[in-house]
């Protein structure tokens, strides 16, 4: 059920942010939550407090309408930028943080940040304090040399960026291209976080499909050396939930945790 290549126009055309909540981050059925995202969850959360990541500026590619991986992420950084292709994807995360009562709702994966954290009942805290945290929102194309030209956006302590690069990425000599292109908007000796899906080859938006690169443990770590970064840390663990193969057929999760040399 392989789907090809899909185009930045089909995606502009065809990618609505709503039913790819609906699709993965949904309360009840998404299917996304729980495996994926209690992996980036809690290996953000370790990387933030442990790991001692942390800085003025963090930095999001490939946002999405989504919030979950910067629940952590606002505790330890001044800043965070969040950025996208698409406007309609960047329209609900303004809705988010403008508390529009038609946002999309993330009480659910709050809550269990919060409890992994020790707070559980300080959620609504929780996400006024990332919403106080995100000062912009961009469009970005991380496949331009210069992803937010014309907007010139200074070196981050901290990139991180979530299931984006295989949307745009035909194979993984151009996810190298993209990691070059990232390279840039982080600082010497800062930090690179890649989290996403191996041995994808679509998934399922509404009724639409989409296709995501497909890659292998051993060349996804050669394409971070050959693009000139140290890898620090690096997590993998099985899909064990195979029952939605049909919405989207990605294998094993990965984390990345890299640094730029100084
Ligand atoms: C599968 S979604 C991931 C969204 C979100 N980060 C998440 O974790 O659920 C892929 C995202 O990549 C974005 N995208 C597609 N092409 C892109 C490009 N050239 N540059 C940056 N983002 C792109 C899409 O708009 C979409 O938000």
């Not at 988010?96 to 038609?102: N, Q, V």
Request: with cysteine; proline share 5%.
């Amino acid at each position: 059920m392989a789907a090809p290549f899909t185009s930045q126009q089909t995606y502009i055309d065809e990618f609505d942010p709503r039913d790819y909540f609906q699709t993965y981050y949904a309360a009840k059925g998404g299917v996304l939550v729980g495996e994926w995202t209690e992996f980036v969850i809690r290996n953000l959360y370790e990387t933030f407090t442990k790991g001692g990541v942390r800085g003025d500026t963090l930095l999001d590619i490939g946002t999405g309408p989504t919030i979950y991986h910067l629940l952590s992420a606002c505790e330890v950084f001044d800043k965070i930028i969040v950025s996208d292709f698409l406007e309609q994807n960047r329209a609900e995360i303004q809705k988010w943080l403008k508390k529009d009562p038609d946002a999309l709702d993330w009480t659910h994966i709050i809550k269990f940040v919060c409890e992994l954290e020790g707070n559980g009942e300080d959620y609504n805290k929780k996400a006024e304090k990332l919403r106080s945290k995100v000062k912009e929102v961009l469009k970005c194309d991380a496949l331009k040399r210069k992803p937010f030209d014309p907007v010139v956006v200074p070196p981050v302590d901290c990139l991180i960026s979530c299931l984006c690069l295989e949307a745009p990425c035909k194979d993984i000599k151009s996810y190298c291209e993209a990691l070059k292109n990232l390279k840039d908007l982080v600082k010497p000796g800062g930090r690179l976080l890649i989290l996403s899906v191996l041995n994808a080859t679509f998934y399922n938006v509404g009724k639409k499909y989409f296709a995501s690169m497909t890659t292998k443990k051993e060349e996804l770590e050669a394409a971070f050396k050959e693009a000139g970064y140290e890898i620090e840390k690096s997590v993998y663990a099985p899909r064990i939930d195979k029952s939605k193969m049909d919405v989207a057929d990605y294998g094993d999760y990965y984390f990345i945790l890299a640094r730029k040399p100084k």
